[in-house]
């Protein structure tokens, strides 16, 4: 067929006239990467930019696991230690989180779907800058929060911010502008560049890729970015009203003249909760492309897999208030929100079935990123069924705002999202790079990580149980939480060790890793098509699809796959 | 009244299991390993564990808790195990021929059992939440039902008994529910300042104390003993340090514990020199003792300081060493406390501490 031996040329030389040769100076690179459009360069700065803060946030959890690791401990102040946990939560959500998945995003969606660049690519420039800028200001308040007049501070008012906290009366300075100004540019960025990977899948894709051969990373980051629009707007929104209290005296959350507290955690959460899934669903796409992959089976039930996400992102919207059960609400609306909130384990479960039911029968070939994989499904697993507990109220009275709280949101952000980017980097490293990370030390640092990560976060759930309250900076002995947060302590340390070993793996492999070739992993997708790294144009010729798995109906020309598609 | 729902059936089951018996068998494995706790210094019943419930609706969350375990630890053990016998079943064998394994698109079948089957257990799980929601939340408060009004401030409890004209801070004193004598006690939540949130995980869930907001909340506790608790939303520098204890009392020594309270402060006219001090400082622009001049609201009521067993919410223990201390440099116990330090003459001091101390 006439798209299959298209692809099998794309496969080989690109032709010598499309090639430019790079100017090598430093300088001249430098400058290269500062003023791209390119999807893959920004892509891998938004990555970059995302790992960095990842490391950041990292050092302030290791001060707060310190503190925490015995009882009365006086190795930071009380102030230091809120600013260290504000900072950690708003560091890991907006700079870690949100970066890395739109990273993953731009540097994939074009190649996935045949295209060349994003649909916007000055657009794509702009989003990533005003990112950046929105990073440096949120940092800024380490040296800058309280203007001339003092050393400087960072915000103390905690990731949600809760009003009247953030008011001019309990937080003075400058420090929660520069929090709030930091997320509403950085929130621009976000909204500009979902726009523009919406516009990309829905106009951009190559022949014969309709949507029902879309490959899942795909339509999972088009899910992503449609709730990108729907809750950014409210956080957005939000954020201009504390900025008017705060500097023009209106009275949203101003509680000493009747202003609402509430509604600050209303607008928050709209956001918040879908934010979640705005994290989560790119993690779950990765999953999507490695498990497949690396059981060698295509993904058991496609569409229900789309279905599912769908579901997930529109559930997602009307479940926010189970943040909130302890607020007094009536009984029905409680009831209302315990409905919601448990009906989204339905698409979650079908995924985890799903994902099982892709390796079943499988040949399962445990390379790095399947490890991740693998640990990703049972984490999961796990912070679904906590998941559950919590979405039931009267249990939820008993454990929100406590460690267990902590633990289980950790279990989605780290267990399941910072798995899954460790997985993504493993498998995509050798297409942006031309080298593969090596193995036995992605193995050392999986089992650290892996080790690590329940040491902290599994002991974590009791403290919780046991009545310890989050985001305390100390706590007396004899209340039996002492053992448990040491044990919390040891695991952060082992989590540090397996971060070294990523970032030494990634640095050695840059220079010394095996040459990988267009196609290291025998995967079925487009970007495994062109060379490693892609051309700046991607692709020579625009592909032509007939299925899901356009590479494996070129491996497999006898049994392709749109015979049973 | 509740309508039954299919839910109490499960409900039913576990409480016949024993209500005690799995309780104590949870509360066991939680508490009763002094090792993890750290030693023997531990006294298990200040440890407020959620797996140790004392109080009506702590007791209600926990059979709604257990039963969610039951059913979430069903899952994990079934889910755990298909996918570890994936991963072992379907590994790659060493001697593999390197053909691609059948690939199978999906089951229209098995993908609907596994959506029509969760769906049935979050029918389940919803109806029986949303029972004990409503057995909690709209319950009617008696007749010989104790009122208190807390009121959170940054970074202390305020607690009042509008019927009984008294006013504490941060030791809350209730009658024990016994037998037929049921006194419940019925807070009503209020905020001076930020979010605060009231949780004594033995005696009931937590509930925020909102400013501009009214909320309310209930515990009936059936023992007798002293449990802690502390606030649970964060809400500023000293959040750690606004800790709180619940007295549970026999009805005879409530009704003590009240008529003391009731009284104004008897000042020993030996300490008239430290009321002077007292009197003729800001004190009394932030604390009360009846019977004085001092009439201040920000801070907590002094009248009967001494009959607490803890000064600044719980950060230390009442003594007069820990007083003077406290006074002298509020700061080095809890940074950030918005009692400012007075800087008084030694000999002020001394005499100020030792009429604080006639606050019986």
Same mark, same amino acid.
């Given at each position: 067929?006439?798209?299959?031996a ?13 090639v ?24 891998l700065m ?8 990842? /490391?950041?946030a ?5 001060l707060i ?14 102030q230091?230690f809120n ?15 949100m970066?890395l998945?739109?990273?993953?995003a ?9 295209? #060349?660049? !994003?649909?916007?690519p #000055? ?5 990533? *800058?005003?990112s950046v ?17 003092g ?8 990731w ?11 937080s ?5 502008d ?6 509403? /540019? ?10 523009n ?14 949507m029902?051969?879309?490959? !899942? ?7 992503m970015?449609?709730?990108v ?13 504390l900025?008017l209290? #705060? ?9 000493q ?11 928050f959460?709209?956001f ?13 796409a990765?999953a999507?492309?490695?498990?497949p ?11 229900v ?16 208030a189970?943040?909130?059960f302890?607020?007094?609400m ?13 009906? &989204?384990?339905i ?24 490890l ?5 499904v ?5 912070m ?12 939820n *009275? ?20 910072v ?16 080298? !593969? ?17 329940? !040491? ?17 900076y ?10 448990l947060?040491? &044990?919390s302590?040891?695991?952060a340390?082992v989590?540090?060790a397996?971060?070294l070993?990523?970032v ?13 070739g ?5 995967? *079925? ?10 051309p700046?144009y991607n ?8 299925? #899901?798995?356009?590479?494996w ?13 | 009244m509740?309508?039954?729902? +299919? ?9 016949r299991?024993?209500?005690?018996? $799995? ?20 006294d298990?019943?200040l440890? +407020?564990s959620?797996?140790?419930?004392e109080?009506v609706?702590?007791?209600?969350? $926990? ?9 979430t ?15 072992v ?10 053909? %691609? ?5 999906g089951?229209?079948p098995? %993908?609907s059992?596994?959506?029509?089957v ?27 039902a104790?009122?208190?009004q ?11 008994? @509008? ?10 004193h209730? @009658?024990v ?6 006194? @419940? ?39 007798v003993?002293l449990?802690l ?13 606004? $800790? ?6 026999? =009805? ?9 309270q009731?009284?104004?402060?008897e000042?020993? =006219? ?22 004085t ?7 907590p009521? $002094?009248?009967?300081?001494?009959s ?15 007083l ?15 009692m ?13 501490v030792a009429?604080?101390?006639t606050?019986?």
């Open positions: 067929m006439n798209g299959t298209k692809l099998n040329e794309l496969s080989g030389a690109v032709p010598s006239s499309l430019v040769v790079p100017n090598n100076s430093v300088l001249e690179q430098i400058h290269a990467w500062l003023v791209t459009v390119d999807h893959k360069k920004l892509g938004y990555i970059i930019y995302g790992l960095f803060f990842f /490391v950041v990292g050092i302030e959890a290791a696991r310190i503190q925490l690791a015995v009882p009365n401990n006086h190795f930071l102040t009380p230091f600013q260290l946990f504000t900072m950690h939560g708003t560091t890991m959500v907006f700079l870690v989180g970066p998945i739109f990273g993953f731009n540097y994939l969606v074009p190649l996935v779907i045949g295209a #060349r660049d !994003l649909a916007f #000055r657009l794509n420039a702009f989003g990533f *800058w005003l800028f929105g990073g440096l200001l949120l940092y800024f308040s380490f040296i800058g929060g309280e203007g001339m007049s050393a400087g501070s960072a915000p103390d008012v905690g949600f911010a809760y009003a009247p906290l953030t008011g001019k009366a309990f003075k300075g400058h420090s929660t520069y929090w709030t100004l930091g997320i509403l /540019v950085g929130g621009f960025g976000s909204i500009a560049t979902a726009t990977i919406i516009t990309t899948i829905l106009c951009m894709r190559c022949p014969g890729m309709t029902t051969k879309l490959p !899942l990373v795909a339509w999972l980051n088009l899910i970015c449609g709730q629009l729907v809750t950014i707007s409210p956080l957005t929104a939000a954020q201009i009203m900025l209290d #705060r500097f023009v005296g209106s009275h949203f959350f101003d509680t003249a009747g202003g609402s507290a509430t509604l600050w955690m209303h607008f959460w709209i918040g909760h879908p934010e979640v899934y705005i994290l989560v669903i790119p993690a779950f990765i999507s492309e490695v498990i992959v690396f059981s060698r089976k295509a993904i058991f039930g496609y569409p897999m789309v279905g599912a996400t769908i579901a997930i992102a529109f559930v997602s919207m009307s479940v926010w189970h943040h909130m302890t607020i007094g009536t009984s029905t609306g409680n009831t209302f929100f315990v409905v919601s909130t448990m009906l &989204i384990s698409p979650t479960g079908i995924k985890i079935f799903n994902w099982l039911g892709t390796m079943w029968g499988g040949k399962l070939r445990f390379d790095t990123p399947m991740f994989s693998i640990a990703f049972f984490h999961l697993l796990i679904g069924l906590t998941g559950v507990m919590l979405a039931a109220a009267p249990f *009275w008993q454990l929100n705002d406590s460690y267990f709280v902590v633990a289980h949101f950790h279990y989605v952000l780290v267990g399941a999202i798995f899954m980017i460790f997985a993504g980097v493993y498998y995509w490293f050798p297409k942006a790079t031309g080298r !593969l990370l090596n193995d036995r030390l992605g193995k050392w640092h999986f089992w650290l990580f892996l080790i690590g990560f329940h !040491l902290t976060f599994d002991t974590m759930h009791l403290p919780g149980v046991l009545g310890m309250p989050r985001r305390i100390t706590y007396e002995a004899g209340r039996g939480w002492e053992t947060n040491f &044990i302590t040891v695991g340390a989590q540090a397996a971060v070993t990523f030494w793996n990634i640095l050695i492999s840059l220079r010394q890793g095996r040459r990988a267009a196609d290291p992993w025998d995967a *079925w997708t487009l970007e495994w098509s062109t060379s490693s790294p892609p700046e692709f020579a010729e625009i592909p032509t699809v007939r299925s #899901r798995r356009p590479l109906d070129i491996k497999h020309p006898t049994d392709p796959d749109w015979k049973y598609e | 509740a309508r039954p729902v +299919p839910g109490d059936l499960f409900l039913g089951a576990i409480s299991v024993g209500k005690t018996r $799995l309780t104590t068998k949870i509360a066991i494995l939680l508490l009763a390993r002094q090792t993890v706790y750290g030693g023997d210094k531990v298990l019943t440890v +407020p959620i797996f140790a419930p109080s609706p702590a007791h209600s969350i $926990l059979h709604l808790a257990n039963f969610v375990l039951a059913i630890g069903g899952i994990f053990v079934l889910v755990t195990t298909l996918l570890v016998y994936a991963v079943r379907f590994r790659r064998r060493a001697n593999d021929d390197g053909i %691609e394994p059948a690939q199978i698109y089951s229209g098995v %993908e059992a596994w959506t029509i969760p769906g049935l257990i979050v029918v389940v799980l919803a109806l029986t939440t949303a029972r004990v929601i409503h057995e909690i939340q709209d319950a009617r408060q008696p007749a010989g104790v009122e208190v807390v009121v959170g401030h940054q970074w202390w409890w305020e607690i009042r008994y @509008p019927k009984l004209g008294i006013v504490a801070a941060n030791e809350l209730v @009658p529910s016994r037998g037929d004598v049921r006194r @419940p006690t019925f807070l009503e939540l209020l905020s001076a300042d930020v979010v605060h949130s009231f949780w004594v995980p033995r005696l009931a869930g937590k509930t925020d104390l909102i400013p501009n907001r009214t909320n309310s909340m209930w515990i009936e506790p059936e023992r003993g449990f608790g502390q606030c649970a939303k964060y809400c500023g520098t000293q959040h750690a340090k606004m $800790l709180l204890r619940v007295y549970v009392e026999t =009805p005879e020594d409530f009704d003590r514990w009240v008529k003391a009731e009284k104004t402060a000042s020993d =006219p030996a300490e008239a020199t430290g009321r002077l001090v007292f009197e003729k400082t800001a004190c009394i622009n932030c604390h009360v003792v009846k019977g001049v001092a009439n201040g609201r920000f801070g009521d $002094l009248t009967h300081l001494m607490r067993d803890t000064l600044a919410a719980g950060a230390m223990t009442n003594s007069p060493q820990n003077r201390a406290w006074i002298k440099a509020p700061d080095q116990f809890k940074p950030g406390a918005l400012p330090a007075m800087n008084l003459k030694d000999a002020d001091l001394d005499q100020l009429y604080l101390s606050l019986k």
